[in-house]
């Protein structure tokens, strides 16, 4: 027996939008999902819209709380917390 066919609606650069409520592994994969040559996984710090083009899941590290999360720049990791970046 063949398997049925499904259609999927065409992607917009909406569904790269990372929701922050959702668990790591989660996020990871839409991260990879829609990077090159997609427009890339994008959230925002206050009103700056930010894209991520690789990530990982730290399963070495104690779990953050929902919502918070951490950006490596060249100066090292920079966690923010309700859209503020901490010094």
Do not use: C
């Not at 990530?55 to 859209?83: M, N, Q, Y």
């Amino acid at each position: 027996m063949m398997p049925q066919a499904t259609y999927v609606g065409r992607r917009t650069p909406e569904d790269g939008r990372l929701e922050w409520e959702k668990p790591a592994q989660t996020l990871h994969n839409l991260v990879r999902a829609v990077s090159d040559p997609w427009p890339g996984a994008f959230g925002f710090v206050g009103t700056s819209k930010f894209i991520v083009w690789k990530s990982r899941v730290r399963t070495d590290l104690p779990a953050a709380k929902t919502g918070h999360r951490a950006f490596r720049r060249a100066a090292g990791w920079s966690p923010v917390a309700k859209g503020r970046w901490k010094s």
